[in-house]
T-cell receptor, first 113, second 112 residues
Framework: SQTIHQWPATLVQPVGSPLSLECTVEGTSNPNLYWYRQAAGRGLQLLFYSVGIGQISSEVPQNLSASRPQDRQFILSSKKLLLSDSGFYLC????????????FGSGTRLTVV | RKEVEQDPGPFNVPEGATVAFNCTYSNSASQSFFWYRQDCRKEPKLLMSVYSSGNEDGRFTAQLNRASQYISLLIRDSKLSDSATYLCVVNRGSTNAGKSTFGDGTTLTVKP
């Protein structure tokens, strides 16, 4: 069966520090991968998605970046965090077909102080 | 106008009640539809897909009205454990990639 792992679960980082969140998927190949952010009490905002190794599409220009160095690995990064980067970051995957929904990782709750 | 709109609620209902949520979408070319459930401070989890003919899973019934561009979720015999935020998702492409839009969610609280 397929599983998605996301870590860390919680993170407190100072403004201006770097960020690296990692997500890996097991039990499938060539998944679509996504990074979403959910601000407190708000909806999900799509940040990046990837349909293959090295292929990244950005939905919202900001100080975040994403990379997909391996088929089942998706990384979210920032060189310098802002207070506004605080939120609940969720990685998700799907098998690339529209009739399948997403499976989300358990999320990383990031607080920038 | 948002691409996907939901009544944020909250819906407060007693145990055993029947409750329905609607979700409207603006893109008539949308192709697939889903309901997710999100518990407080947790990740969203897929509840059910929504098929054109309507579909049922236990106490949950999902329906699609393409003419009026909305989907609905009906929960019968509400349980305390049904308390959560329900998100609708609309996919406007033949693949999901970058083409799914989430509603902001409807909060349900089921009370004893």
């Amino acid at each position: 069966s397929q599983t998605i792992h996301q870590w860390p679960a919680t993170l407190v980082q100072p403004v201006g520090s770097p960020l690296s969140l990692e997500c890996t998927v097991e039990g499938t190949s060539n998944p679509n991968l996504y990074w979403y952010r959910q601000a407190a009490g708000r909806g999900l905002q799509l940040l990046f998605y990837s349909v293959g190794i090295g292929q990244i599409s950005s939905e919202v220009p900001q100080n975040l970046s994403a990379s997909r160095p391996q088929d089942r690995q998706f990384i979210l990064s920032s060189k310098k965090l802002l207070l506004s980067d605080s939120g609940f970051y969720l990685c998700a995957w799907d098998p690339g077909q529209a009739n399948y929904g997403y499976t989300f990782g358990s999320g990383t709750r990031l607080t920038v102080v | 106008r948002k691409e996907v709109e939901q009544d944020p609620g909250p819906f407060n209902v007693p145990e055993g009640a029947t409750v329905a949520f609607n979700c409207t979408y603006s893109n008539s070319a949308s192709q697939s539809f889903f309901w997710y459930r999100q518990d407080c401070r947790k990740e969203p989890k897929l509840l059910m897909s929504v098929y054109s003919s309507g579909n049922e899973d236990g106490r949950f019934t999902a329906q699609l009205n393409r003419a009026s561009q909305y989907i609905s979720l009906l929960i019968r015999d509400s349980k305390l454990s049904d308390s959560a935020t329900y998100l609708c998702v609309v996919n406007r492409g033949s693949t999901n990639a970058g083409k799914s839009t989430f509603g902001d969610g409807t909060t349900l609280t089921v009370k004893p």
